[in-house]
């Protein structure tokens, strides 16, 4: 019975299920960014550079039995995945410091004082 104890308490942590969530989004949005790359980016830029290959994919690129292409592809992908997550992390650390430098909202008067100009008032 310790043991499942023990076990529940550790799965049940805060810390625990926060990484769960970490690495379930964190998949979701490599998938994201790997379609952005593969389906988008990669073929807008290297369309022109292929025709004028002959190929119709990189992954199609050999010369002398060795398919280059496909490795020409998994560099080109993680420059395109690199560059991207730059951008957006950049754009979100930007944000926050906006957010941070925004000026805060003056600060009312607190209750105490409302009640002793409400009281001052009376008495005029």
Known sequence: MGFLKEFKEF???????????????GGAFGAIVNSLVSDVITPLLLTPALEAAGANKLEELIWNGVSYG????????FIFIAIVLFV??????????????????PAGPTQEELLAEIRDL???
């Open 88 to 105: 957006m992390i950049k754009g979100i650390n930007s944000m926050k410091k906006k957010e941070e430098a925004a000026p805060a909202a």
């Open 11 to 25: 799965a049940v942590r805060g810390n625990v299920i926060d990484l769960a969530v970490g690495v379930i989004i």
């Open 122 to 124: 009376l008495k005029k």
């Open 70 to 77: 496909k490795f020409l592809a998994a560099v080109i992908n």
